[in-house]
Nanobody, 115 residues
């Protein structure tokens, strides 16, 4: 069982920045893919960004160059740097790991963008 713990969420004004971090209990070098998803009440969870073991990244269209996903092998973390946040980015953000075909999720961290 892989434990994932997210941190870094909070309240930020429109145009502001947040950095989300997900710590893995297992070395991230062993994961095939690490991703960030988000979900608002009443809607399906949606992909925000993902990064493969080889470093290839993918982003949802709504990111529009504002977010950057990255990993730190030494710290066993995957981070999501979010800039120029908009009110519509308000959601619970979840870390997901694909490890040998199994999916593991973190507990989520809330991001609220409001003035």
């Amino acid at each position: 069982q892989i434990q994932l713990v997210e941190s870094g969420g909070g309240l930020v004004q429109p145009g502001g920045s947040l950095r989300l971090t997900c710590a893995s209990s297992l070395g991230i070098f062993s994961h095939y893919q690490m991703s960030w998803y988000r979900q608002v009440p009443g809607k399906q969870r949606e992909l925000v960004a993902g990064i493969l073991h080889d470093g290839e990244t993918t982003y949802a269209d709504f990111v529009e160059g504002r977010f950057t996903i990255s990993t730190d092998n030494a710290k066993n973390t995957v981070s999501l740097q979010m800039n120029n946040l908009k009110p519509e980015d308000t959601a619970a953000y979840y870390c997901r790991v694909n490890h040998a075909g199994q999916l593991f999720w973190g507990q989520g961290t809330q991001v609220t963008v409001s003035s």
